[in-house]
């Protein structure tokens, strides 16, 4: 069975500082992996998504993140934070292929302070 | 184009009543997901529609819990027998079929917030 580990549940920054959310996931086969964010009082919306190729993937509002393989891991990276981002953020996994089914992270609180 | 709706957006409901969450999934998806969301739990799995392939019901937590989709569009979610721990925001997205490149992404209903008073 898939799973999926965000390490870090609640998050507080300042303006500009750089953001790096950890996700590891448990999977022995190839995966697609997804980053979704709730903005307060929103839907779930996705914010970038992995499926096979560079293993840098650039998402909207300048986020990006990065698939490594051998570490298990598609942690999520803005350079520079806005009050903005302040939601909470789910990474997913899925097994390749037809079988859809989405496993999601417990998911980050991310606070941006002005 | 009009996005998943879910019916009604709240519910508040006695304990030991049955309650029915409808989802409205985006025309032409073929695979239907319901999630629930809980205060610190994240995104609890129920239950996967995936076109007229069985149900994968793995994550229903208990027999109080069934969901059906009626001709491959709108599903309903009901909990039999409500308890205060069935409180949560009830969510439910859709995806199309898997394109060329084997994956799909999910797009999400607003919710039902459920209260078990």
């Known amino acids: 069975a898939q799973s999926v580990s965000q390490h870090n549940h609640h998050v507080i920054l300042s303006e500009a500082a750089s953001l790096e959310l950890g996700c590891n996931y448990s999977y022995g086969g190839t995966v697609n992996l997804f980053w979704y964010v709730q903005y307060p009082g929103q839907h779930l919306q996705l914010l970038l998504k992995y499926f096979s190729g560079d293993p840098l993937v650039k998402g909207i509002k300048g986020f990006e993140a990065e698939f490594i393989k051998s570490k298990f891991s598609f942690n999520l990276r803005k350079p520079s934070v806005q009050w903005s981002d302040t939601a909470e953020y789910f990474c997913a996994v899925k097994n390749s292929g037809g079988y859809q089914k989405v496993t999601f992270g417990i998911g980050t609180k991310l606070q941006v302070i002005p | 184009g009009a996005g998943v709706s879910q019916s009604p957006s709240n519910k508040v409901t006695e304990k030991g009543k049955d309650v029915e969450l409808r989802c409205d999934p985006i025309?032409?998806?073929?695979?239907l997901y319901w999630y629930r969301q809980s205060l610190g739990q994240g995104l609890e799995f129920l239950i996967y529609f995936q076109g007229n392939s069985a149900p994968d019901k793995s994550g229903l937590p208990s027999d109080r819990f069934s969901a059906e989709r009626t001709g491959g569009s709108v599903s309903t979610l009901t909990i039999q027998r409500t308890q205060q721990e069935d409180s949560a925001v009830y969510l439910c997205?859709?995806?199309?079929?898997?394109?060329?490149?084997?994956?799909?992404?999910?797009?999400f209903g607003p919710g039902t917030r459920l209260t078990v008073t």
């Open positions: 025309s032409g998806h073929t695979a």
């Open positions: 997205a859709s995806s199309p079929p898997v394109g060329l490149a084997g994956v799909s992404e999910q797009y």
